[in-house]
């Protein structure tokens, strides 16, 4: 399987990562990535760059290396109600908007609160792209999130890092096995992501890819195999944004 887009990096806006957004590309480039998300993490984590470094994105090249860059943020989810911490503004510009649950940026609770929050912010139709549920910080119904990724159809991610770099990697890989043989059941759109912090991680999906093939998850439900897959679905993805109402941003989601 060749796998020539990575959308999760960060580079050293990001405050605890350590490459430019330049040494980055140029490591896509050489391992053959033809399409790049810049995503670095929103302003709640400390150390996050502030809202000024999304405004000035535009003026980053479209291409480096003969890498397509698509500027982008991961955000983070905040409370129960899956809200985000980038203004409404912001989501509405950006070319990739990643989501998922961090620590020190979201309070933490039950199974159902947890589940109940990344559920409702996979309904943000301002989110393209669900992050490391595998993490295992915070407990989850892997399930009702793999269920509800295929019936949304926003791709969730097997998250190269959660299984390779992360304290508590057993208890990771145990929770991303799950979620993997959940979203191989139902045919679940994917996404790999190297969530690299350093150039030399771009582009590296060793760990997902061996969890990809233990599960059963098809090429077929791999957005990665082709950048014209994603820029396609990102086009879609944008069309949903018309038919939704951004005066309400509370989300409801129930998955029998």
């Given at each position: ?81 899956g809200d985000l911490d980038m203004p409404m503004r912001y989501l ?48 989850m119904d892997l399930e009702k999130i793999a269920h509800a990724s ?107």
């Amino acid at each position: 399987m060749e796998l020539l887009v990575d959308l999760h990096t960060h580079t050293i806006a990001s405050g605890h990562a350590y490459s430019t957004v330049t040494e980055n590309a140029l490591a896509a480039s050489r391992r053959g990535i033809k399409l790049l998300g810049m995503t670095d993490h929103g302003p709640k984590m400390p150390g996050a760059p502030h809202l000024f470094h999304f405004d000035n994105l535009s003026i980053l090249p479209d291409e480096l290396f003969g890498v397509k860059i698509l500027p982008g943020v991961e955000a983070n989810i905040t409370n129960y109600e899956g809200d985000l911490d980038m203004p409404m503004r912001y989501l509405e510009q950006l070319k990739l908007i990643l989501a998922g649950l961090h620590p020190i940026c979201y309070p933490g609770g039950t199974c159902e609160q947890n589940t109940q929050a990344y559920l409702k912010a996979m309904l943000n139709p301002y989110i393209d792209i669900m992050v490391h549920p595998g993490r295992p910080d915070f407990e989850m119904d892997l399930e009702k999130i793999a269920h509800a990724s295929a019936l949304l159809n926003v791709p969730v991610e097997v998250n190269n890092s959660s299984l390779a770099t992360i304290s508590g990697k057993d208890r990771a890989r145990n929770n991303c096995n799950s979620i993997a043989r959940y979203m191989s059941k139902y045919k679940s759109p994917v996404i790999l992501g190297s969530d690299a912090h350093f150039w030399d991680r771009v582009g590296e999906f060793n760990e997902a890819l061996e969890l990809v093939r233990e599960t059963g998850i098809s090429e077929q439900q791999i957005l990665n195999t082709s950048p014209e897959r994603v820029l396609d679905y990102l086009v879609e993805r944008r069309k949903r944004r018309t038919e939704f109402n951004p005066i309400s941003l509370k989300y409801r989601l129930s998955i029998a």
